[in-house]
């Protein structure tokens, strides 16, 4: 029941004690293997009276933490056998392979606690789990450490996602770098600093750099600098989504801010200032998407006292309430409309051609895209995005969320690589 394989331990007894306040199982065995030489000269010699110049020398009782039994804590009082070479006057104590040598914990439990830090759950539950401190379970979490890659064997796909996620990490507050295969969303590693000069003196030892053909990143922070100084090889790509989410934040701002500007107006201004406030969503609506045969009562257009209405009625009433804000808007949708088709020359041409009476703004943020332009043509023609590593930051907040943020960044490295199976565990 025990999985003890060990030949040469003796079951002598099972008791029930009270360990540390605790109900605990003690099994009660002896550890005393046949010995044919010394371990320290090897001497195998026959005394004048038949027996080994070596002799038994007392016995030395350990403690061993094995798993619980019945949900009940449970240890084995395990008496080793001390033996002495007359020979070499050497002392050494009987060894097995429940325990490592100087280990009081099982081999068993070992294994055990290695298989719930894969799982996304915080190392104090592993500790309860398994009946030990969590000083054990830290120990546990650092022999994985040197299976982490290093500057020498890390080696890059083809197509490598960079982003940052909160470390959390008492030691660094500020922001981690996490990069990642871009076709199979692998991870690839993580790194307590994003910082470009310590990225690229980590980047520019691996032998493998040049074999990057693609770097995806958003528009935020500043990786492109990473490909003319380590990935020589690469092209940028942009994400899309992120193009996507600044056009529509662009866009948002100036909405909510003209909104603004009507409802200090007071009167009927107010009125429809609140109304364009409050229909936000439908303006951002892809135009093909916008219903135009189905009348109906709206909760900002309530019949009687406004007739039936469709939705494409709706925003153009919407839209007459602001010249402004209509002409933001058909540029708005002119960009999404392109990009969405994939046609970047339209896409840029589009933005190249902002009327100057334009929210100033508004056209800074659209032509703020020009200067990822290379980054988001290749993003329209490659179908690499950084979703996949999106879904990486959700699982490591995850992780820090059920750890209550981790005290060392190491720590948080080497359980984000055992959870996403990258350290395998025999
Ligand atoms: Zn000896």
């Not at 915080?122 to 500790?127: C, N, P, R, S, Y």
């Not at 470009?196 to 493998?208: A, E, Q, R, T």
């Not at 701002?253 to 229909?279: D, M, V």
């Not at 896409?347 to 659209?366: G, Q, V």
Request: proline fraction near 3%.
């Amino acid at each position: 029941m025990l999985q003890i394989k060990d030949k040469n331990i003796t079951f002598l007894d099972v008791t029930e004690e009270e360990i540390k306040g605790q109900l605990t199982n003690v099994v009660h065995a002896t550890l005393s293997p046949e010995m044919r030489s010394c371990p320290e000269c090897g001497c195998t010699k026959m005394g004048t009276n038949g027996n080994h110049q070596f002799v038994k020398n007392g016995k030395k009782v350990t403690t061993i933490r094995l798993a619980a039994v019945h949900y009940i804590p449970t240890v084995m009082k395990l008496a080793k056998q001390r033996y002495y070479c007359r020979e070499c006057h050497h002392h050494w104590t009987a060894q097995t392979s429940l325990v490592a040598p100087n280990c009081f914990i099982s081999r068993h439990i070992r294994l055990e606690i290695a298989r719930l830090l894969k799982e996304r759950i915080a190392m104090k539950l592993i500790a309860e789990l398994c009946f030990v401190s969590s000083n054990t379970v830290i120990r546990e979490l650092h022999q994985f450490k040197k299976y982490l890659p290093n500057k020498q064997t890390l080696a890059f796909p083809k197509v490598l996602m960079v982003d940052e996620f909160r470390s959390h990490a008492k030691k660094e507050e500020n922001m981690s770098f996490i990069c990642a295969d871009g076709e199979t969303g692998d991870l690839v590693d993580v790194l307590p600093d994003r910082r470009l000069d310590n990225l690229v003196h980590y980047f520019k030892h691996s032998p493998y750099a040049q074999e990057v053909e693609f770097l995806v990143t958003d528009m935020n922070a500043a990786y492109y600098q990473l490909i003319p100084k380590v990935f020589k090889n690469a092209k940028l790509i942009i994400d899309r989504f992120h193009v996507i989410k600044h056009i529509n934040t662009a866009f948002n701002s100036f909405r909510a801010l003209e909104a603004k500007r009507l409802i200090s107006k007071g009167g009927q201004s107010a009125t429809r200032g609140r109304k364009i406030k409050s229909n936000w969503k439908r303006l951002i609506k892809n135009r093909q998407n916008i219903d135009i045969s189905e009348y109906k009562t709206w909760r900002s257009f309530r019949a009687p006292k406004y007739p039936y209405l469709t939705e494409a009625m709706v925003i153009d009433r919407l839209l007459s309430y602001s010249e402004p804000l209509k002409e933001a808007y058909q540029v708005f949708h002119n960009i999404t409309d392109a990009f969405r088709e994939k046609d970047a020359d339209l896409f840029f041409d589009t933005i190249r051609s902002m009327s100057d009476k334009l929210n100033p703004e508004f056209r800074h943020a659209i032509q703020n895209l020009e200067n990822h332009e290379v980054g988001i043509r290749n993003g329209l023609i490659y179908p690499y995005s950084n979703g996949k590593i999106e879904a990486k930051n959700t699982h490591i907040k995850t992780l820090k969320r059920v750890s209550y943020g981790f005290r060392s960044y190491d720590n948080m490295r080497t359980r984000i690589f055992l959870t996403n199976g990258l350290i395998k565990i025999k």
